[in-house]
């Protein structure tokens, strides 16, 4: 048994607010730690919790010379990604889940719980993390509490989210607050389950440390809960980068996109423009990464946040070819997880063209046959304020006004690089009908087209019927809503090679959309949407044979035929609460490519 470092008799509680004391003494009541401990977020603080964890081998010292407080931490070998099959919603009615949710009875499910729980802290600290998701002053912001039995937990939260003293101020003047309990447990897989209440604005999480199982304000509350809450009261919590585009005028315009996990967020929301945009003098600007709340601003237009304050992103692949903004901010001050070292203990990682891997993401002597160095899922997480391409807009109280939002997926085939919906309601189709082939971010196999509306498949807190419906309610009169495009980075050519260069090159795509946007570029209108014509894409200083741009502009027909019907079954799976205008949509769509 660890020895606590941070005793605190719990009627010394540093709050007065009656039902977050209550909470906690419950807790501590239920899981038995020999110590609680109220994190304020002080660099104090997190100095402790690095050396504690420095030894107990939570984490290990990386190469203080190229990498400056930085850290590794290995998870177990079976806790290394979300676990979908074991998440779920936890609502009353079982048809408020909806079929694209597991769902448990809430009775049931804190049964389940209580049992897990009951002494899982003996000779363990808790840590009591008060946080906020959104800039601390800002109106669309909320609030949270989680509390966890691992010490990398708070120091993950503590870069992802404004966490401590601010936040329980906050807490204690709007007397509400998601109730967050996470506990490590024993890390077996067999015990582990994460647990929503949307009814309650409770999570209840336990047997992982990974990012999306165990830092409760990401996934668990910023989508699942808040989407809940989100219908409710009128705005989206959505699975979706937000990006500054800044033209040579010195225009800024804001783009938000929901791409699957492992699909390009991060990428895209950091992208350094290639070289004759550079020139011209465009530029580009990081908001979010992952996620976007977004409400209606009082001129009709869509406001956007980013809730989280770090990033938590995809290490394999970042290299100064793909990500250059990335790599420059891993370069201090961050948490690796799951990658390998090299002999002087740097972070490596597939992907990155220098340096030799001589251990694991196991901690085993490395060795090809033992399959990469770094777990394929294998994150780093990060203050936002590290990104070279930061913008201080991420700190807006009332968000950035949105000019497109885009949907995308992971699609080898079929799916060409771009096109326009027509309308919102086409729009709100493009999203609901989105698939892709499924990455290492969750457990299961990797590869498999799935249907995933809006990146929110393992996501959405309600019924994917009644999301789709709220989405649609946005256009109403008055609205200035986004335009609303689709993309795929991904499509191979017989060869298994991208077709597509990517990466940076992907502003050329993005400066379309926001000439559409302005009203001054070309496109085809096709059954599917409105789609470039090759000339209308700026592919100067690209080497793309005009065959190839072709093929990435096409429509398949008889392949769009034969995915809109799939897309109307689908959509017959959610039965009556599938909305009408999308059932319609989906017919005229069919009818016209008959
Ligand atoms: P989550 O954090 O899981 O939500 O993922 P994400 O959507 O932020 O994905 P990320 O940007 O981390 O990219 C995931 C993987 O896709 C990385 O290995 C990237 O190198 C790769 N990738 C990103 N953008 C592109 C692109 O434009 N083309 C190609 N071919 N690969 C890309
Ligand atoms: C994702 O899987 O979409 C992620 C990583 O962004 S996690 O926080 O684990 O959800
Ligand atoms: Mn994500």
């Known amino acids: 048994m660890r020895a606590s470092h941070f005793p605190f008799p719990s009627h010394a509680m540093p709050t007065q607010l009656a039902a977050l004391k209550q909470w906690v003494e ?47 931490h290995r998870s177990s070998p079976s806790d290394v990604a979300r ?36 002494g899982c802290m003996r000779g363990r600290t808790m840590y009591v993390v008060p946080y906020c998701m959104g800039p601390i002053d800002s109106p669309l912001a909320r609030c949270g509490v989680e509390i966890t039995d691992s010490p990398y937990v708070v120091a993950n939260m503590r870069i992802m989210t404004r966490m401590g003293a601010p936040a329980l101020a906050r807490i204690e003047r ?72 800044e033209n040579p005028k010195g225009e800024t315009h804001y783009v938000a996109a929901a791409f699957p996990s492992a699909c390009g967020k991060t990428n ?34 869509l406001y956007a946040i980013n809730p989280e304050a770090g990033y938590f992103g995809v290490a394999p692949g970042t290299s100064a070819k793909t990500n250059p903004n990335a790599l420059a901010m891993l370069n201090k001050d961050a948490i690796f997880t799951n990658v390998g070292v090299t002999a002087d203990n740097q972070p490596w990682w597939e992907g990155l063209p220098e340096g030799v891997p001589v251990k694991d993401w196991q901690g085993r002597d490395y060795d090809k046959a033992n399959g990469p160095a770094a777990h394929p899922n294998s994150r780093f997480t990060v203050s936002a304020v590290n990104c070279p391409s930061y913008t201080a807009h991420a700190e807006d109280a009332q968000g950035v006004p949105l000019s497109a939002i885009v949907f995308g997926g992971r699609r080898e085939s079929l799916v060409p690089l771009v096109f326009e919906a027509r309308d919102w309601t086409h729009g709100v189709l493009v999203g609901a009908a989105m698939a892709s082939e499924t990455t290492a971010a969750a ?20 019924n994917f019927g009644d ?14 809503l986004p335009k609303v495009f689709h993309v795929n980075w991904f499509r191979k050519g017989s060869d298994g090679k991208f077709l597509w260069p990517g990466f940076g090159d992907n502003l050329r795509v993005l400066e379309w959309m926001l000439k559409r946007v302005g009203g001054d570029a070309g496109a085809v209108e096709t059954p599917i949407g409105h789609i470039p014509k090759a000339d209308d894409l700026n592919t100067a200083g690209l080497d793309l044979p005009a065959a190839v741009l072709d093929q990435l502009l096409a429509v398949d027909r008889a392949g769009w035929q034969a995915e809109m019907q799939a897309i109307g079954e689908y959509f017959a799976g959610y039965g009556e609460r599938t909305p009408a205008p999308l059932a319609a949509e989906q017919q005229r769509i069919a009818a016209s490519l008959s």
């Open 26 to 72: 419950s807790v501590a009541g239920l899981t038995q730690p020999q110590a609680i401990h109220w994190c304020d977020g002080s660099d104090a603080e997190n100095a402790k919790l690095i050396d504690l964890m420095l030894a107990t081998g939570d984490l290990i010292k990386l190469n203080e010379k190229t990498h400056p407080n930085c850290y590794l």
């Open 83 to 118: 676990v979908e099959h074991l998440t779920f919603v936890c609502t009353s009615k079982e048809v408020d889940a909806g079929p694209n949710n597991h769902w448990m009875s809430p009775a049931d499910a804190h049964a389940k719980m209580d049992a897990l729980y009951a």
């Open 174 to 245: 709007e007397a509400n607050f998601v109730r967050g309990l996470h506990s490590i447990g024993d890390l077996n897989p067999d015990r582990r389950f994460i647990m929503h209440f949307p009814e309650e604005l409770a999570i209840q999480s336990f047997g992982s440390g990974y990012g999306g199982n165990a830092l409760l304000g990401k996934k668990c509350h910023a989508l699942r809960i808040a989407s809940y809450q989100a219908r409710n009261e009128g705005w989206l919590a959505e699975h979706m980068l937000i990006v500054g585009i």
């Open 268 to 301: 895209l929301a950091m992208l350094i423009p290639p070289e004759g945009y550079r020139r011209d003098g465009w530029k580009v600007w990081t908001v979010g990464d992952d996620i976007c709340w977004m409400r209606p601003g009082s001129d009709g237009r």
């Open 443 to 462: 457990t299961g196999a990797v590869g498999v087209v799935r249907r995933d509306s809006m990146a929110m498949k393992p996501f959405a807190g309600y």
């Open 467 to 480: 999301y789709f419906n709220h989405w649609l309610s946005f256009d109403k009169p008055g609205a200035k």
